[in-house]
């Protein structure tokens, strides 16, 4: 049986190929990548768009991967990083915290847009 590890992949594609080509390249590696990743999209940055890969793969998908990467025109830089324990642990406390910051900030544009309608209705009823 395959002895499976957690691996985090920074990808930089360049800001120069239009969306399609993007994303076609992202999808490459992340089917390369197994299943079950991840893809989180970081956005446009310094030097390309940013995307982030979370997967488990045998140790040598991350070599394969990177020699492909290394040939592939559209790849700016590329980073991969063996997950630890810890590592893992504090990627669910991201994820958690990532949650309640976004119900929170919901929550806070609800409060505002209210309090809006409110204002508004009173200065109609004047």
Do not use: S, W
Request: charged share 40%.
């Amino acid at each position: 049986m395959e002895n499976k590890k957690a691996y985090e992949c920074m990808i930089i594609v360049d800001a120069k190929l239009d969306e399609a080509k993007r994303e076609g390249l992202v999808d490459q590696f992340k089917k390369m990548a197994g299943a079950k990743t991840t893809v989180e999209k970081l956005g446009q940055k310094k030097y390309g768009f940013y995307y982030l890969l979370n997967f488990e793969a045998a140790p040598e998908v991350p070599a394969k991967m990177t020699a492909l990467m290394n040939i592939t025109e559209g790849i700016v830089r590329h980073l991969f990083i063996a997950k630890t324990g810890i590592m893992l642990a504090q990627d669910v406390i991201r994820k958690r915290n990532r949650a309640k910051a976004r119900e929170e900030y919901l929550a806070k544009k609800e409060k505002e847009a209210k309090e809006a309608k409110e204002v508004k209705e009173t200065k109609e009823g004047e």
